[in-house]
T-cell receptor, first 114, second 114 residues
């Protein structure tokens, strides 16, 4: 079985502040992990993915995430938030142990304030 | 490639009517996923296919829902009869084979059942 848990359904930061969105995973086999972003009335697009090549993964728009096996975490960060980062962010897990099914967390709505 | 194409983008129907949502995956992709997104339940995996074969339909809410993939370039999700609680955004996504590959999402179909 596999699952992801996103702590905090809503996160609010000031423009220029650090963004930290939390994701913890559960998987019986080494997982592949993904972060997606969804802007209003649009589909999901990939921000970054972890595929075991490197624990620190850099994505688009200045986002990055670090895979920590000891903590079963894959938190998403960005050093300085921009107004255009306001969106909903989803963490997802996929593994061969789960039949290559792609399972999403419940999402975190990021609000960026002036 | 044009990406994952879903039709229609919007559908409004009366309770009790049959609804068919359509999806054209990216050419060459082996996996196809159907998701439903609502405010209350977030992003739920309904069913997914590998090489046109349904692998896991445990997320299909009830017998009113059915999905088919007659060939590698087309899939349908049918609801019959539709109910107001089926109102949601339905997303189709496709990916290459392998757990380390990301899924590409369509723009979604916004279904309203009145």
């Amino acid at each position: 079985a596999q699952s992801v848990t996103q702590l905090g359904s809503h996160v609010s930061v000031s423009e220029g502040a650090l963004v930290l969105l939390r994701c913890n995973y559960s998987s019986s086999v080494p997982p592949y992990l993904f972060w997606y972003v969804q802007y209003p009335n649009q589909g999901l697009q990939l921000l970054l993915k972890y595929t075991s090549a490197a624990t620190l993964v850099k994505g688009i728009n200045g986002f990055e995430a670090e895979f920590k096996k000891s903590e079963t975490s894959f938190h998403l960060t960005k050093p300085s938030a921009h107004m255009s980062d306001a969106a909903e962010y989803f963490c997802a897990v996929r593994s061969t142990g789960g039949g290559n099914k792609l399972t999403f967390g419940t999402g975190t709505q990021l609000k960026v304030e002036l | 490639d044009a990406g994952v194409i879903q039709s229609p983008r919007h559908e409004v129907t009366e309770m009790g009517q049959e609804v068919t949502l359509r999806c054209k995956p990216i050419s060459g992709h082996d996996y196809l996923f159907w998701y439903r997104q609502t405010m209350m339940r977030g992003l739920e995996l309904l069913i997914y296919f590998n090489n046109n074969v349904p692998i896991d339909d445990s997320g299909m809410p009830e017998d009113r829902f059915s999905a088919k993939m007659p060939n590698a370039s087309f899939s349908t999700l049918k609801i019959q009869p539709s109910e107001p609680r089926d109102s949601a955004v339905y997303f189709c996504a496709s990916s290459l084979d392998g757990g380390n590959t990301e899924a590409f999402f369509g723009q979604g179909t916004r279904l309203t059942v009145v």
